[in-house]
């Protein structure tokens, strides 16, 4: 149900049964570790501890990447979690993260400052916090190009759920910063840009709920920042973008799942693109529930899909 506060939820997400629960997930995440899937044999992974800024604080980056010295294409991946929780050094997004790697590209996954639980970094901050660690991820990827052997012409932003937010957000920050020439491209996969839900003009987000995850409550807005919501600032919430904020977008795919709550609200930021005459195109996994493409160990055949999709849009980008 609805929270009071984010001091409220705060103090819940601590709580000895809220720890257990999530101690019971983090486990089962770890446990889809799959090397059969995914081996880390031929690849090179690695991790990097950087500097955010403006904040000054440290986070985590995983950079996979076949073992060559070629120069290559780049995924830079952002986990989801709704920007709540979660983290890329989990098990289930180093399967992830090592079958893109597998389709001979570079991937880096940053570990940005969740607003709820903590990832690989200790501190739990609200909006701007975990955009601003996303944002200068991607700038350390650009100015480390040459010492990573990446292309820094060929970055693709992806991210599922929470990460398809900040994908989007990220874009959008660095188009609002002047710097739309360092775009090749984006990927969002189910993203998680509404901030409130229901809503009658999504009707995913009634018929779906409960399929899997449940997003019917005003947890994720109380966590990330109940007013950005109320200010509909797109920055932390995408779906208010205008056309103008979406205008200079670099081609963009968004892939949403069938059976999930957050489905329309990924095509209706479609169709927001089309509107303000961006390259875009949308793709709808049927059958699926959420974010079902990083679920790498239960359905191996869309997430290879995917991975190559991901790939074929850098490719389809830099003609």
Same mark, same amino acid.
């Given at each position: 149900?609805?929270?009071?506060?984010?001091? $409220?939820?705060?103090?819940?997400?601590?709580?000895?049964?809220?720890?257990?629960?999530?101690?019971?997930?983090?486990? &089962?995440? !770890?446990?889809?570790? !799959?090397?059969?899937?995914?081996?880390?044999?031929?690849?090179?992974?690695?991790?990097?501890?950087?500097?955010?800024?403006?904040?000054? !604080?440290?986070?985590?980056?995983? %950079?996979?990447?076949?073992?060559?010295?070629?120069?290559?294409?780049?995924?830079?991946?952002?986990?989801?979690?709704?920007?709540?929780?979660?983290?890329?050094?989990?098990?289930?997004?180093?399967?992830?993260?090592?079958?893109?790697?597998?389709?001979?590209? =570079?991937?880096?996954?940053?570990?940005?400052?969740?607003?709820?639980?903590?990832?690989?970094?200790?501190?739990?901050?609200?909006?701007? =916090?975990?955009?601003?660690?996303?944002?200068?991820?991607?700038?350390?990827?650009?100015?480390?190009?040459? %010492?990573?052997?990446?292309?820094?012409?060929?970055?693709?932003?992806?991210?599922?759920?929470?990460?398809?937010?900040?994908?989007?957000? %990220?874009? &959008?920050?660095?188009?609002?910063?002047?710097?739309?020439?360092?775009?090749?491209?984006?990927? $969002?996969?189910?993203?998680?840009?509404?901030?409130?839900?229901?809503?009658?003009?999504?009707?995913?987000?009634?018929?779906?709920?409960?399929?899997?995850?449940?997003?019917?409550?005003?947890?994720?807005? &109380?966590?990330?920042?109940?007013?950005?919501?109320?200010?509909?600032?797109?920055?932390?919430?995408?779906?208010?973008?205008?056309?103008?904020?979406?205008?200079?977008?670099?081609?963009?795919?968004?892939?949403?799942?069938?059976?999930?709550?957050?489905?329309?609200?990924?095509?209706?930021?479609?169709?927001?693109?089309?509107?303000?005459?961006?390259?875009?195109?949308?793709?709808?996994?049927?059958?699926?529930?959420?974010?079902?493409? %990083?679920?790498?160990?239960?359905?191996?055949?869309?997430?290879? $899909?995917?991975?190559?999709? &991901?790939? $074929?849009?850098?490719?389809?980008?830099?003609?």
């Amino acid at each position: 149900g609805d929270v009071e506060s984010r001091e $409220a939820l705060l103090a819940a997400s601590n709580s000895p049964r809220a720890l257990e629960q999530e101690a019971m997930m983090v486990g &089962m995440f !770890n446990a889809a570790d !799959n090397e059969a899937i995914a081996p880390k044999s031929g690849l090179r992974i690695d991790r990097q501890r950087i500097t955010s800024q403006p904040d000054g !604080n440290s986070i985590n980056l995983c %950079t996979i990447r076949p073992d060559n010295d070629e120069t290559l294409p780049c995924v830079y991946y952002i986990h989801g979690g709704g920007m709540m929780t979660l983290s890329c050094f989990y098990g289930n997004y180093q399967t992830w993260g090592r079958l893109i790697a597998h389709q001979g590209v =570079a991937v880096v996954m940053v570990d940005f400052r969740n607003c709820l639980r903590p990832s690989s970094v200790p501190e739990v901050e609200p909006f701007p =916090a975990g955009l601003n660690d996303c944002v200068s991820g991607f700038q350390w990827i650009r100015a480390q190009a040459e %010492t990573l052997n990446i292309n820094p012409k060929q970055i693709l932003i992806a991210g599922e759920s929470g990460g398809g937010n900040l994908a989007i957000a %990220t874009t &959008m920050k660095l188009i609002r910063d002047g710097q739309r020439d360092a775009l090749l491209g984006l990927y $969002a996969l189910c993203p998680y840009i509404s901030g409130q839900w229901p809503r009658e003009s999504l009707p995913s987000s009634t018929e779906n709920d409960g399929i899997f995850i449940t997003v019917g409550t005003n947890r994720g807005a &109380m966590a990330y920042g109940i007013e950005a919501l109320e200010n509909e600032d797109p920055l932390a919430w995408p779906y208010f973008a205008s056309e103008a904020d979406l205008s200079h977008f670099p081609p963009t795919v968004i892939r949403v799942n069938e059976c999930d709550p957050l489905r329309d609200e990924g095509i209706a930021f479609y169709r927001n693109l089309n509107r303000a005459g961006v390259k875009a195109q949308c793709t709808q996994s049927m059958g699926t529930i959420h974010a079902s493409e %990083t679920l790498c160990s239960i359905v191996p055949d869309i997430s290879r $899909a995917c991975a190559r999709d &991901m790939v $074929a849009w850098i490719q389809e980008c830099a003609e």
